[in-house]
């Protein structure tokens, strides 16, 4: 929204925007990231759970005289701006034990120590990409800071990378940067995570976890990009927790390691690799980003046929995901994901394409209208109303074919919105599933770029 309002108010046309209280300090961030002084009227509390009449006294006594006043009085003036450091600047020089405590009482750490980023550290991972470092892929929100090539080195020297997982970072970064990834929805109340998937050679070359254990902490790359990852929203973005500013999510979930694909199981039983599902070529070095809001239980399933374990996922599935399904109605977008163990996907792989795996889950995960409107209007939607989201042309005619509120509705909206992975232990029977948050963190993919002396350099970092 105020976002929004900042477009308008450079068009010359002044703006007031309603603040929730408990959103104040990352109006706050915005506003100093947009660079834009904006007026807004404050609602002390959750409206949500106050009483209708509540609502009235708290907007006639509160919240309509600030708009007033900022549509019609003074003009807000700007929040200061803190001096930023220059690029390539040493920004403090001391013991170890000192630079954490200087980084941590700056709020650029996650809590746990870093590597301190020296300027011959983050010469190596600049070492291992063709880009300059002063290139910029865009300015990013909460704060407006650049997203260069500079601070992505910066950024994974202190997260615990290694120098060649830098052509990863580049690209998963310029995917989070991509419009239609919409980072600047990173911070919202549901706390949801970036996951970075990572598909082709480079999982080999660079030592990834695809087997047991793949999502524990443990493996450096899979840990260190996915803590690369936070380490970059909160301190390039500005998404911090308390007692920083930005980051809104009520309770949150912590990083989540990088994930990569068996290839070579997905190749055996004859699946496309998630990889291939999105596009792109067999022994292409893909990195994809998806929001993760929920994971599901593990599902474990047995039998010798297709229709046992993927029936066993409809119900885990629908069960863990279906009160969140009304997001996806709202923004006509729902991607979730499942991991599948190599085992597991071998038998269904037996008689089913995974274009069949989606269609089953299509046809047999669903809720009643009723239930998915009354979660809607729980969640922060008073208005939910499926029959107009058909006529906007959100939702297919078949979510509005009748008044009955019993009638079941298809809780996935497309088939070709299921994401299938292969990847864990293949000694277990074991699958898993990762719910995105609707249009906030769609999957979105780059090709990595390997440098010249990609080889050269492979080669003497093992």
Known sequence: MLRAAAVVEKMGIPTASIIGSGFLKQAEV????????????????????????????KAGEMVAPELLQGLTGKAPTAADAAAEPRPGEVVFTGTFDAVQEHFHRQLWTDGLPIVPPT???????????????????????????EASILAIAITGVMAGCRPEYMPVL?????????????????????????????????????????????????????????????????????????????????IGQSFLVAMAEDEDSAREIGWPTFAQDRGFALGENIVTVHSVVAITSPIYSGGDRAVDHVQQWAEVIGGSF??????????????????????????????????????????????TAERATHYARMTSTPTFSLEELVQDGILPPEYAASNDPQRLLKVIIKPGMIGILVAGDPGRNQSRAYMGNHIQGPPTSRRVELPRNWKRRIGRGR
């Not at 609602?43 to 009235?56: C, I, L």
């Not at 660079?206 to 690369?228: E, K, P």
Request: glycine share 12%; hydrophobic share 40%.
């Open 170 to 250: 580049i690209a998963a970064i310029e995917a989070m940067c991509d419009p239609q990834f919409r980072i600047e929805d990173c911070g919202s109340t549901p706390g949801w995570e970036p996951v970075v998937i990572v598909n082709g050679p480079i999982i080999g070359e660079l030592d990834f976890n695809c087997g047991q254990g793949m999502m524990r902490v443990g493996r450096q790359a899979n840990t260190s990009i996915g803590r690369c990852v936070r380490l970059f929203l909160r301190n390039i973005c500005g998404y911090r927790i308390p007692p920083g500013a930005g980051d809104k999510g009520s």
């Open 119 to 145: 300027r011959e550290r983050v010469d190596a991972f600049l070492a291992c990409t063709d880009r300059a470092a002063d290139e910029v892929i865009c300015a990013v929100p909460q704060e407006g800071r």
């Open 322 to 367: 279906t009160y969140w399904a009304h997001t996806g109605f709202k923004t006509g977008l729902w991607n979730p994901l499942i991991v599948a163990g190599p085992g597991i996907a071998k038998v269904i792989a037996a008689e089913w394409s995974k274009d069949e795996v989606r269609r089953y889950l299509h046809e047999h995960i669903q809720v």
């Open 30 to 57: 915005i506003t100093k990231g947009l660079g834009v002084p904006l007026a807004i009227g404050v609602y002390q509390g959750a409206p949500m759970v106050d009483s209708e009449a509540e609502v009235k006294r």
